[in-house]
């Protein structure tokens, strides 16, 4: 028999193998299973995580930095002066366009009259604009002239081309009375947020009580009435994420319908207003807007990853498909389609109105041949939006885009006899925003949260893994434990 020393010294190693394998096979199995557990559950985690911090509720921080803008916003406009408008109208030159701005505003963006619907977790909002001209970050003053066709004389040209001939012989004979030109000469002041005055104008406001189609406008003016105003068209209802984070911010409605005047795809009311974001957007291929003004949608495609402030994300851009227009659903009918590159926008604001991306970047050749001072360059005119990885919030956004008029005869009207058929390049314009180094540090935090998240999970399953195949190993050469033979040897 041993003596005690042995007996105890066999103990002692008995008893070590034996925490050794409840440290190896129980605790390195715990680990593993918790770790690959939590690993799989990760995106169900995540989007706790992410809903508790972004989810619109009443009260929340969220709640609070959506209604106010958090951020400041600058709306940078350029007006084309038409340099060469006598010998251009009706021909025989080219029509010559000066660019003059940027005239910048402050933007501002307040949410209000807002209404809870609990029944589908969705809000009902306007969404209020206010615009403060900055005139040390513009280029010209707002009484700079301006030169381009008057937009009230050749929309009611456009409203004249569906009527009867002696109609047209009624309206013409209005339009040569009141003396009004089809090129109008204001200050960039007028033309943009104070109004321009127009004799039109104020006769075409006497048949209002008759014409419910007529615009309810005194006067001219690209931006007239909608500073400040609660009146325009910026209702939206739109999901909260309180359910589920990845329908935050998509749009159900738009003045409480959920189409709008095209037919098919092309009118339903979806994407988002591009304030909030599901927060998987920035993992799939494209990013859809909804744009009021165009009565549609712009589709993003995702382009190439990138970083800001040290935050991982993605570029989404506008390309040359978001103003084809080989879908027809956008044209007045699906014989009249418009090339590449402009949008009719008559459908959605009885007039003549066109969009495109500035300087006719990325639209048929044709628009920028018929016209003079055209300078496409993706630099300055691409449409793009930066957004964060993991939680879809925008880092920088540049939303660009131009307002054009087709300047057009009309039949059996003198008043637009021989007008050349050009589409006239207006203004364009860029919202501007970049996301503050204080909220990309608090960003930052969730972006890490979410992206090791699931790599930190890997590694606690795999290094229980680890202890689990060590044991096992250690068991199969015997450095385990002690039989009980050899402590009663």
Request: hydrophobic share 40%.
């Amino acid at each position: 028999m041993p003596d005690l020393r042995t007996r105890e010294s066999h103990i002692s190693h008995s008893l070590g193998g034996c925490w050794a394998r409840v440290c190896l096979f129980g605790l390195g199995g715990v680990i593993a299973v918790v770790g690959i557990v939590l690993c799989v559950l990760w995106p169900l985690l995540v989007n706790k995580i992410l809903g508790s911090q972004m989810a619109l509720t009443p009260g929340s921080r969220s709640y609070d930095m959506w209604t106010e803008t958090p951020i400041p916003m600058y709306f940078k406009i350029y007006l084309f002066n038409w340099t060469n408008a006598d010998t251009s109208l009706r021909g025989p030159d080219k029509p010559i366009f000066q660019e003059l701005g940027p005239y910048t505003f402050l933007e501002h963006h307040s949410k209000k009259n807002i209404t809870w619907n609990t029944n589908n977790n969705t809000i009902t909002y306007v969404n209020q604009k206010r615009w403060q001209f900055i005139p040390e970050m513009s280029n010209g003053s707002l009484d700079d002239k301006i030169t381009n066709l008057n937009v009230i004389a050749m929309t009611i040209g456009y409203m004249c081309n569906n009527i009867n001939i002696f109609e047209k012989m009624g309206a013409d004979l209005l339009l040569s009375k009141t003396k009004e030109n089809l090129v109008k000469t204001d200050t960039a002041g007028n033309l943009l947020f104070n109004g321009s005055f127009d004799l039109l104008l104020k006769i075409l406001n006497k048949f209002r009580p008759f014409i419910k189609t007529l615009p309810d406008m005194d006067k001219f003016g690209w931006f007239y009435k909608r500073n400040m105003s609660l009146t325009s068209n910026e209702l939206y209802t739109m999901h909260t994420g309180q359910t589920d984070i990845n329908r935050l911010g998509l749009l159900t409605a738009w003045n409480y319908r959920n189409r709008t005047v095209y037919s098919g795809e092309c009118g339903r009311v979806q994407g988002t207003y591009g304030e909030e974001f599901p927060t998987n957007t920035v993992d799939k291929s494209q990013l859809t807007l909804f744009v009021n003004d165009l009565c549609s949608v712009l589709n993003l495609r995702r382009d190439k990853a990138s970083s800001m402030y040290g935050i991982p994300s993605q570029i989404f851009v506008g390309g040359e498909d978001v103003f084809s227009n080989k879908t027809t659903c956008y044209c007045t009918t699906n014989t009249s389609c418009p090339a590449s590159g402009a949008r009719d926008l008559s459908r959605c604001n009885n007039s003549p109105a066109m969009a495109s991306w500035p300087h006719f970047y990325q639209a048929d050749p044709s628009y920028r041949a018929a016209v003079v001072g055209m300078n496409p360059d993706p630099d300055k005119h691409q449409f793009y939006m930066n957004i964060a990885e993991a939680v879809s919030i925008p880092l920088e956004v540049r939303a660009r885009m131009q307002l054009n008029i087709h300047m057009q005869s009309i039949p059996d009207m003198k008043y637009f006899k021989n007008v050349q058929n050009i589409v006239m390049p207006m203004l364009w314009f860029s919202q501007e925003a970049n996301l503050s180094s204080d909220m990309a540090s608090q960003i930052s935090v969730l972006v890490k949260l979410v992206g090791w998240g699931r790599w930190v999970l890997l590694s606690l399953g795999a290094t229980g893994a680890v202890m689990v195949a060590l044991g096992v190993v250690l068991q199969a050469r015997g450095h385990l434990g002690a039989s009980d033979e050899r402590l009663l040897q």
